[in-house]
Every structure is written in structure tokens, then in C-alpha cells.
Nanobody, 122 residues
Framework: QLQASGGGLVQAGGSLRLSCVAS????????MGWFRQAPGKEGEFVAA????????DYADSVKGRFTISRDNAKNTLYLQMNSLKPEDTAVYYC?????????????????WGQGTQVTVSS
């Protein structure tokens, strides 16, 4: 089970740090990803990270502003979000993927958290 937290309301230009804690699973076994879904839109890829944390991938829309990281000892995934924009407003989900390849498609992930709301005001 994956439990995401850390969302909230922030002004444009602000920062938030999302966390995703795994229970009943060993996070280090999985490629992990963050996705988001804005109202009326399809879910979209945000970032992904390999098991060791050495390799990451980002959507162009967040590159340079967001940082994905993981602490396998704490069984926790993070997403540091800086310079937030109103268009970043969405429900953010963490997901786990078996295998070793970074993947940007939703269907490639096996386990999903419940989501945490991020709202950025202008």
C-alpha cells in the first residue's frame, strides 16, 4: 500500500514537498513515479526514479523545478516542488513499477497511492 501526503494550498512561486510511504512492500524493489491529474484532464507523468535513486526522469513541464528522490531505508518516496505555478494544481499520485526501466505511461505502474491535492493560487 502506498500513502501519499504533503499536499496543500500554496501561492504561486512557493514550494511543497510530497511524501509517499510504502507499507507492506519494500520500496527499494520498485521503480517509483509521480503522476498528477488536474480537473477535467487526463493523468500525466511527472517524474520517475530507479531503485537506487541514481537515475531520474522528468516531464518537460516540471524539469528544473521539481526533484524526485527516495529514501529506501525509510521506505519513502519524495517530490520536492519549487517555483510552483497555478498549472501545477492537481491531485498527485505516487506509483510503483516492477522492473528496472523508467516509464512515463500510467499503465506501466502496478501499485498506486490514494493521491494528495496540490492547489497553487495565482
Amino acid at each position: 500500500q502506498l500513502q501519499a501526503s504533503g499536499g496543500g494550498l500554496v501561492q504561486a512561486g512557493g514550494s511543497l514537498r510530497l511524501s509517499c510511504v510504502a507499507s507492506g512492500r519494500t520500496l527499494s524493489s520498485y521503480v517509483m513515479g509521480w503522476f498528477r491529474q488536474a480537473p477535467g484532464k487526463e493523468g500525466e507523468f511527472v517524474a520517475a526514479i530507479r531503485q537506487s535513486g541514481s537515475t531520474t526522469d522528468y516531464a518537460d513541464s516540471v524539469k528544473g523545478r521539481f526533484t524526485i528522490s527516495r529514501d529506501n531505508a525509510k521506505n519513502t518516496l519524495y517530490l520536492q516542488m519549487n517555483s510552483l505555478k497555478p498549472e501545477d494544481t492537481a491531485v498527485y499520485y505516487c506509483a510503483a513499477r516492477s522492473g528496472y526501466e523508467l516509464f512515463r505511461e500510467l499503465f506501466g505502474y502496478d501499485y498506486w497511492g490514494q493521491g494528495t491535492q496540490v492547489t497553487v493560487s495565482s
